[in-house]
């Protein structure tokens, strides 16, 4: 007889696992053993849990999606201004904990598997149209081009990011000040 309650801390082990895996392979080039090793159950029970690799996978990103939307939410919180606002999410989007090593690996993995896999493309799509819906209204009053302006700043994220987390000399602040300073130049005027 199964223990009641215990599904969804099996979940979130195997989960947790598999960005540390991720991150220890630097790629999704790690085994459903593997995972279920590291949170210290069975591989059928990995199995049972989500059917397979891309399934955990899939409920890895979406953990690390929720963290990014729980940051972005919380430095928002705080923002008083349109510009505070553009601002708290530059800043989330180059938070410490996006650079964690199992984090960077899921990343890159999401980025690259999106282009053969319908529900990795889907993740990604959603990503990145609630960052632009993001951007796009915190500068819909302060800039003369919110959405062209939103592209821009989502791409320069997406980009420093990758930019940042791929160099051993690229930081998340080296990052977060080129993405505020380009910030800066596109409301010059404004």
């Known amino acids: 007889m199964p223990k009641v309650g215990m599904e969804p801390i099996r979940r979130s082990a195997l989960v947790k696992a598999t960005i540390a895996e991720i991150g220890a392979a630097h790629s999704l080039d790690v085994t459903v053993g593997q ?5 210290g159950m069975s ?8 059917g397979g ?3 955990i996978f899939l409920a890895a990103m979406r953990h690390i999606l929720i963290e990014y ?4 939410r919380a430095r ?3 923002a008083r201004t ?3 606002r553009a601002e708290a999410i530059i800043i989330a989007s ?3 904990t996006c650079f964690a090593p199992g984090t960077v690996n899921a990343w890159m993995t999401l980025y690259a598997a999106s282009r053969t896999s319908d529900d990795t493309k889907r993740l990604l799509r959603l990503y990145q149209r609630r960052l632009r819906s993001n951007l796009t209204h915190a500068l819909r009053s302060i800039s003369r081009h ?3 302006d939103a592209d821009t700043l989502a791409a320069l994220i997406d980009g420093l990011y990758l930019r940042a987390a791929l160099s051993s000399r690229g930081t998340a602040s080296a990052a977060r000040a080129s993405a505020l300073s380009t910030l800066e130049l596109l409301l010059k005027d404004r």
């Open 53 to 55: 690799k891309d399934q």
């Open 82 to 84: 349109p510009r505070a």
């Open 35 to 39: 995972i279920a090793r590291r949170a």
């Open 146 to 148: 919110p959405v062209a």
């Open 69 to 72: 939307g729980t940051e972005v």
């Open 94 to 96: 180059f938070d410490e």
């Open 76 to 78: 928002l919180a705080d």
């Open 43 to 50: 591989t059928a029970l990995a199995h049972h849990y989500f």
